[in-house]
T-cell receptor, first 112, second 115 residues
Framework: SQTIHQWPATLVQPVGSPLSLECTVE??????LYWYRQAAGRGLQLLFY??????ISSEVPQNLSASRPQDRQFILSSKKLLLSDSGFYLC???????????FGPGTRLTVT | GNSVTQMEGPVTLSEEAFLTINCTYT??????LFWYVQYPGEGLQLLLK?????DKGSNKGFEATYRKETTSFHLEKGSVQVSDSAVYFC??????????????FGAGTRLAVHP
């Protein structure tokens, strides 16, 4: 069966510091991967998606970037965090048949 | 573009009450429709789905019927429990311009069930 991991689970970082969040998927190959952000009490905002190694598309302009160095690894980064980057970050992958999207446990980021 | 609208929360109910969370959508074509649930501090879990008009998705006592004529996918449960307290997201399938799939989510509805 497929599982999706995210780490760290929680993170507190000062403004201006760098960020690296990691997502890995097990039990599938060549998955489509997604990064979402959920601000406190808000819905989900799609940040990035990737259909393969080195292929990243951004949905919204922002202070963050993403990379996919390996087939089942998806990394969210920032060189300098802003207060507005605080939120709950979710990684997800899509199974095509049947079409379903599965989410990781999330990383709660607090920028102070 | 495609979009999903959910009723605003929070929805507060007593245990064993009937639940309805409204969801309507705007879409071209025939998207699949989903309900996800997010328990406190956790990621989203797929609750149920429907892939075509008049399909009924069901799981854990929850149900939703894909109504094309009213563009709705309302979530219902006959008797809620305290453990159902969570945030519920309605979503529909969509496509990026490059032909890849994505989901469009509603804003979420928080449900609080009291004993």
């Amino acid at each position: 069966s497929q599982t999706i991991h995210q780490w760290p689970a929680t993170l507190v970082q000062p403004v201006g510091s760098p960020l690296s969040l990691e997502c890995t998927v097990e039990g599938t190959s060549n998955p489509n991967l997604y990064w979402y952000r959920q601000a406190a009490g808000r819905g989900l905002q799609l940040l990035f998606y990737s259909v393969g190694i080195g292929q990243i598309s951004s949905e919204v302009p922002q202070n963050l970037s993403a990379s996919r160095p390996q087939d089942r690894q998806f990394i969210l980064s920032s060189k300098k965090l802003l207060l507005s980057d605080s939120g709950f970050y979710l990684c997800a992958w899509i199974r095509q048949r049947p079409y379903e999207q599965y989410f990781g446990p999330g990383t709660r980021l607090t920028v102070t | 573009g495609n979009s999903v609208t959910q009723m605003e929360g929070p929805v507060t109910l007593s245990e064993e009450a009937f639940l309805t969370i409204n969801c309507t959508y705007t879409a071209t074509g025939y998207p699949s429709l989903f309900w996800y649930v997010q328990y406190p501090g956790e990621g989203l879990q797929l609750l149920l789905k429907a892939t075509k008009a008049d399909d009924k998705g069901s799981n854990k006592g929850f149900e939703a019927t894909y109504r094309k004529e009213t563009t709705s996918f309302h979530l219902e449960k006959g008797s809620v429990q305290v453990s159902d307290s969570a945030v519920y997201f309605c979503a529909l399938s969509d496509m990026f311009s490059g032909g890849y799939n994505k989901l469009i989510f509603g804003a979420g509805t928080r449900l609080a069930v009291h004993p």
